[in-house]
């Protein structure tokens, strides 16, 4: 995971990044105090691990944690671990690693950041941090991911989640959501829709009522009213749904 800092206040982030690693603790997680267990597999461990050594290997420098084994006897556990001098072309700063790896890269300018995290193969999830609130949303609306977290942001169920490039197609949650479950109809003719009398919009929300070149009917989207269900997600409350608002199938 890479984390962009200015790069005046890079070696602050490199010490606040390995306090924060420092604290974690390693073992079964089955067990309350711990709080990083294993990875999935044998495989999956020593994937993270190549990952560190060829970083390190193109110049990145270790911060704290490393590849070495950590003397667990059972469990695929890896080091948490803080890179530094990382540069946007290694692997580790645009591939997931899906391990317990930080990667700081410093940047001169908003910019510059923004061309860095754009330049990942994923987009799934991002995350921004600041003081002015402008700039903070300018820059979410130019990163290429499915959601951004503002400042620690809480999740919200009604809104879509989901992610762009490597990360995925389609949303889950809100209305995004519902209309996976939808279906699209379109209608032609060899007659515009005012010789058969037809009405331009159709179904029970909006349409798509623009007729191309006088022989293609208006394409009719069924929807739901979804601003009931707004209400209902927000509130959690499953009895609240009533006949009136359940989807078409």
Same mark, same amino acid.
């Given at each position: ?17 390995? #306090?924060?690693?420092? *604290? ?5 997680? *089955?067990? /309350?105090?711990? %709080?990083?267990?294993?990875? =999935?597999?044998?495989?999956? !461990? ?7 050594? +060829?970083? @390190? ?11 070495? $084994? ?15 001098? =990382? %540069? $946007?072309?290694?692997?580790?700063? +645009? ?12 940047? /001169?300018?908003?910019?510059?950041? =923004?061309?860095?995290?754009?330049? %990942? ?20 609306? !130019?990163? +290429? ?38 279906? #699209? ?5 060899? +007659? ?6 037809? $009405? ?7 349409? /798509?009522?623009? =007729?191309?070149?006088? /022989? @293609?009917?208006? @394409? ?28 078409? !199938?």
């Amino acid at each position: 995971m890479p984390l962009l800092v200015p790069r005046a206040a890079l070696q602050e982030a490199e010490s606040a990044a390995a #306090v924060a690693a420092s *604290r974690f603790i390693m073992g079964d997680p *089955r067990c /309350d105090s711990t %709080t990083l267990g294993p990875l =999935v597999s044998v495989r999956q !461990r020593d994937r993270v691990r190549q990952h560190i050594d +060829r970083a @390190v290997a193109d110049g990145a420098r270790v911060v704290c944690g490393g590849s070495e $084994p950590t003397g667990h006897s059972t469990g695929y556990f890896v080091r948490p671990t803080v890179l530094s001098d =990382v %540069t $946007p072309d290694l692997a580790i700063a +645009r591939e997931e690693v899906f391990g317990p790896v930080l990667t700081i890269i410093p940047y /001169d300018s908003i910019d510059e950041a =923004v061309t860095i995290a754009n330049s %990942t193969d994923c987009g799934l999830s991002a995350a921004v941090w600041g003081s002015d609130d402008t700039t903070l949303r300018d820059v979410a609306r !130019r990163l +290429r991911s499915g959601q951004v977290i503002i400042n620690g942001g809480a999740w919200n169920f009604v809104a879509p989640f989901g992610g762009y490039k490597k990360s995925g197609l389609g949303r889950e949650s809100g209305t995004w959501g519902l209309e996976e479950f939808l279906e #699209v109809k379109a209608l032609r003719s060899d +007659r515009a829709s005012s010789a058969h009398g037809m $009405p331009r919009t159709q179904g029970v929300g909006h349409a /798509d009522d623009e =007729v191309r070149g006088g /022989d @293609v009917l208006p @394409v009719a989207r069924t929807r739901l009213r979804f601003e009931p269900w707004r209400a209902i997600v927000a509130k959690t409350s499953a009895k609240a749904i009533s006949s009136e608002h359940k989807a078409p !199938r």
